[in-house]
């Protein structure tokens, strides 16, 4: 079992920058691939970033390529997302959420989920 919360989140405008992290509770966190998901009104969940159990390999969606950067610490049993020139297209609910098994975007594969933290920005 994994428990995880989301924070950071907040209003910020076009071209701004924030920073969430995700603390992880659970013997198990280190072991597992965690990542950064979102949601945005009327959409469905997608994968933003993810990064695999010893923080080497990531994986980005095209959209937020050159712009977030995901890590982890695994001695404090937390991950974060940089989100630096955010754009309004950005504003949605972002979620943390962990798996044990190989690292993917997919959301379907993912076992433990936070409760969300929103982001929006205004242009």
């Known amino acids: 079992q994994v428990q995880l919360v989301e924070s950071g989140g907040g209003s910020v405008q076009a071209g701004g920058s924030l920073r969430l992290s995700c603390a992880a509770s659970?013997?198990?966190?280190?072991?597992?691939?965690v990542g950064w998901f979102r949601q945005a009104p009327g959409k469905e969940r997608e994968g933003v970033a993810i990064i695999t159990s010893d923080g080497i390999t990531t994986t980005y969606a095209d959209s937020v390529k050159g712009r977030f950067t995901i890590s982890r610490d695994n001695a404090k049993n937390t991950l974060y997302l940089q989100m630096n020139s955010l754009k309004p297209e950005d504003t949605a609910m972002y979620y943390c959420?962990?798996?044990?098994?190989?690292?993917?975007?997919?959301?379907?594969?993912?076992?433990?989920w936070g409760q969300g933290t929103q982001v929006t920005v205004s242009s």
């Open positions: 659970g013997y198990r966190y280190r072991s597992y691939c």
């Open positions: 959420a962990a798996r044990d098994g190989y690292c993917t975007l997919e959301v379907l594969r993912y076992n433990y």
